[in-house]
């Protein structure tokens, strides 16, 4: 199909915005950190330093435990979730959002709640102070927050698997251990293969768990890059280091991506092939156990954290917390009140949930026209996540602070970096549910005198509004919990609520932390709510 | 199995959901190499029966014998009973070859005897040519064919075939209708085939029956099914006309009905429609009770105006159970 120059044009909003404040800045952070670094050979000098090495070595072990672990865990719960139905199935599948749209410093929370010094186990059960800290509590963070996304995708491969070609195998006389291998088990691998991908992604590049839970011994290259430029002020040790980072993980997000388009459904339909429960079935019995003991574990660190709201903490009442995180002491010590920075967490997430729906429309308009472009398209859209949240904020910062003049930049880097990292998920959001759309009613539209553009938007749009409506609640969600990038921008007046809770784990008021975090919950349950209602989908 | 053992036996099967009955106790036979068609509505029960035959659906009463044996306990994979659906399913990342070679593959077959049962089918279906293309390379009429030759290539006891012509245009359609029963009748496999199009049913069937609400009505040579409608929704569903007859309705089809010349003919239907269809002329009319007729009128014909009120005749009417 031929695109016209107008069509052209409507990718151009999306192009700009990740050129002007992507591309460029991260070219630009690269360009002056190698020319800072002596060139290609202070590279060379810089992997050599042993500190660097070590926290390649750290990315790459944190990750692959991890990623090893959530796909083993995760799955035959996301086989059962996404294969069999079950009474509250639609529920759980919601529900494993839920940690995906939280910042990691809540699950680290629980992860103390639960196994460190004088937590909710490990003060009955002293070795379960195993997983308080150190390698063992990081790669337990990285699993509560990843193994849900492995279930998640491993479910989706399930719904895009052919029921009519598994039942067809049957009765050529294929046993279902053939017809898992030969039809439905290959796309539950592919999703198993994607989220263990991503989880390999997201624990490598992981900043919050490593600095909370172990120290610089176990910092990965993002930690070690922060650390380079805000505690070392080495800016073009880290900028060289960055650039090494993106080469190096340049090949799971590219294999993240390529496997989770073969997830994308023909036509935007997913087969949803599940199935009523088989009665007197072990195998199907164990995996139902499974996937109660593995998300029961998630559950319970995530509850750790409510429960520690509320619950009496040493010589201090039942909720108690919830007071002193409100008082003025807190706001001298964060140097913002909660309230005040709360308002600038959902000002930042809405206007970064804001400028992502208007960037995608047309986008996905004009994904839909090609699938060559769509590709194209989310690639250049994944490159933001492929540089990490870090690196992103540092360009961001050293290419536009400069020009845009000091700390009134700052809210608008912190809003351009939210709606960048959420822009990829949003794009996928809306455009799997558009290409599911019959095209006759646009058809209609341009046959009665419609451009192609005003057709999408009086045909389409109007037919995909849960799809729009739930990318934009993704965006905002998203926003809400991202920390990385704000942390690394923000200033005092600017801390939101996930950056003034590392403000209070990091200086151990942890009473006041899971007040902070348990608020945090409750905005992701809220927003977890709104994506639910209705069976909107999130696309991962 | 004895002689006068039919291949596939169903007696009394029913099967529901969610604790609604969807098959009532449904019972037929189909003999060494025959061809049956079972026609009814959407939601006859029709593709729910077959999946209860293939063994994909659990039954809730009756039974199912292939050759004289139970098939109660017995799982999909190990019935000799293959499903064909009304999407071809075929695997998009194996070539037409391979999907034809698949189930022989399966049964661990020699390689030689693969190829030479896979070219067979290939010559019989006429897919010479298409054997290293892949599935989403070839038509409609072309991918069912493929997914008939996967299915003989398994040489089950029983095909059972689940709409394969739906999506089929209407020129292919008969073209491929043909290659099907000629294939069937060439490799000798017992078939079950369902559909809602009375003239694809009665084209390939060798005994018909029609299913109404998940029960079967009428069984038996399509010319006697077709003759010999006994109930008003089988009548309807053939094709003919339920008029009220003295002692009761009758059936009569289109093509039976006259203009009554008589002056003093009440004249109750009233015309609603007309128009030419081919060479013939076809008026469309509504009776006192608003129940529709149609009225197939041989040249030369004048459509009247809507609203003329008719009185009509018929030369042969069938009567009906009420």
């Not at chain 1, 995530?302 to 995180?325: F, I």
């Not at chain 1, 290409?435 to 109007?462: I, N, V, W």
């Not at chain 2, 009776?287 to 009247?304: D, I, L, Q, T």
Request: glycine share 12%.
């Amino acid at each position: 199909m031929r695109r016209s120059a107008g069509e052209w044009a409507l990718f151009a909003p999306i192009l700009a915005f990740v050129t002007l404040f992507a591309l460029l800045p991260v070219a630009f952070l690269f360009a002056t950190s190698l020319s800072g670094a002596g060139g290609w050979g202070g590279l060379g000098a810089l992997l050599a330093d042993p500190l660097n090495r070590q926290a390649v070595g750290n990315s790459l072990l944190q990750g692959g435990l991890s990623a090893g672990l959530a796909v083993a865990l995760g799955y035959p719960a996301g086989v059962f979730v996404g294969r069999y139905l079950w009474p509250g199935r639609s529920v759980v599948r919601s529900v494993l959002l839920v940690p995906f749209l939280l910042p990691s410093l809540v699950v680290v929370l629980g992860v103390e709640d639960l196994f460190g010094t004088a937590g909710l186990l490990s003060g009955r059960i002293p070795e379960a102070s195993f997983f308080g800290s150190g390698v063992p509590g990081i790669v337990l963070v990285n699993l509560v927050f990843n193994l849900p996304l492995v279930v998640l995708l491993t479910a989706t491969g399930c719904e895009v698997a052919s029921r009519d070609l598994e039942e067809t195998v049957a009765t050529l006389g294929g046993s279902p251990a053939r017809a898992y291998r030969d039809t439905w088990g290959r796309p539950t691998w592919v999703g198993a293969a994607a989220g263990g991908f991503l989880t390999f992604l997201f624990s490598a590049l992981s900043f919050a768990p490593p600095i909370l839970l172990c120290g610089a011994r176990c910092y990965t290259v993002e930690a070690r890059i922060w650390s380079l430029d805000t505690v070392l002020l080495d800016p073009s040790g880290a900028g060289v280091l960055a650039l090494a980072m993106v080469v190096l993980f340049v090949a799971p997000s590219l294999a993240y991506l390529l496997l989770a388009r073969r997830l994308r459904p023909s036509g935007g339909r997913r087969e949803s092939g599940a199935r009523p429960l088989p009665r007197r079935s072990l195998g199907v019995g164990l995996l139902a156990a499974e996937t109660v003991v593995v998300l029961g574990g998630v559950a319970l660190v995530l509850g750790a954290v409510l429960y520690r709201t509320v619950a009496p903490y040493g010589h201090q009442g039942a909720g108690a917390a919830w007071g002193t995180l409100f008082a003025p002491s807190t706001a001298a010590r964060l140097g913002i009140g909660i309230p005040g920075a709360l308002a600038n967490t959902l000002l930042f997430a809405v206007a970064a949930a804001g400028i992502a729906v208007l960037l995608v429309v047309p986008a996905a308009f004009s994904a839909l026209r090609g699938a060559r472009a769509g590709t194209g398209l989310g690639l250049l859209l994944f490159a933001p996540l492929l540089v990490s949240p870090v690196v992103l904020a540092f360009a961001l910062a050293t290419f536009w602070r400069p020009l845009l003049g000091g700390e009134s930049a700052v809210w608008a880097l912190v809003i351009v970096s939210q709606a960048m990292l959420a822009l990829p998920f949003a794009l996928q959001t809306l455009t799997i549910p558009l290409s599911g759309l019959s095209p006759e009613a646009r058809e209609s539209a341009q046959t009665l005198g419609a451009p192609r553009f005003a057709a999408f938007l009086d045909a389409d749009l109007p037919r995909a509004r849960q799809g729009l409506l739930t990318a934009g609640l993704l965006a905002f969600a998203l926003g809400l919990g991202e920390f990385t990038a704000t942390f690394f921008l923000v200033t005092p007046r600017y801390t939101t609520l996930p950056v003034a809770l590392y403000g209070l784990v990091n200086s151990r008021q942890l009473p006041l932390a899971d007040a902070a975090a348990g608020l945090l919950l409750l905005l992701s349950l809220a927003v977890f709510l709104g994506l639910s209602f209705g069976g909107r989908r999130v696309e991962l | 199995m004895s002689s006068s053992e039919p291949t596939l036996s169903v007696g009394g099967l029913s099967a529901a959901w969610d604790g609604a009955p969807v098959l009532r106790s449904v019972s037929f036979d189909v003999g060494s190499g025959e061809l049956v068609v079972l026609l009814g509505p959407n939601g006859s029960g029709k593709t729910t029966l077959l999946r209860c035959l293939a063994g994909l659906e659990p039954i809730t009463a009756g039974r199912v014998r292939l050759e004289g044996r139970d098939l109660a306990r017995v799982p999909p994979h190990r019935r000799g009973i293959a499903l064909m659906f009304q999407e071809p399913a075929l695997f998009s990342h194996r070539t037409v070859f391979e999907n034809i070679a698949y189930a022989p593959l399966l049964q661990r077959r020699r390689r030689a005897e693969v190829d030479d049962e896979v070219s067979r089918l290939v010559d019989l279906l006429r897919l010479g040519g298409l054997e290293d293309r892949d599935p989403e390379t070839l038509s409609g009429g072309e991918r069912q064919k493929v997914a008939l030759a996967r299915t003989l290539a398994a040489r089950p006891r029983v095909v059972l075939l689940d709409e394969p012509f739906a999506s089929i245009d209407v020129e292919g359609k008969a073209e491929l209708r043909a290659e099907f029963r000629h294939a069937l009748r060439a490799s000798g496999t017992s078939a079950v085939h369902v559909t809602h199009d009375r003239e694809e049913g009665f084209f390939l069937g060798d005994r018909v029956g029609l299913l109404f609400d998940g029960a079967l009505e009428t069984w038996g040579p399509p010319a006697d099914v077709f003759a010999t409608p006994r109930t008003p929704r089988a009548a309807r569903f053939l094709g003919y006309n339920v008029l009220p007859g003295p002692a009761g309705p009758v059936a009569v089809l289109p093509s039976e009905l006259a203009a009554d010349p008589s002056p003093a003919a009440p004249r109750p239907w009233t015309v609603v429609a007309a128009g030419t269809v081919g060479r013939e002329g076809l008026v469309i009319l509504r009776g006192p009770a608003n129940e529709r007729v149609e009225w197939r009128v041989p040249e030369p014909f004048e459509p009247p105006s809507m609203g003329t009120p008719v009185a009509l005749t018929w030369v042969r009417s069938r009567p009906l159970r009420p």
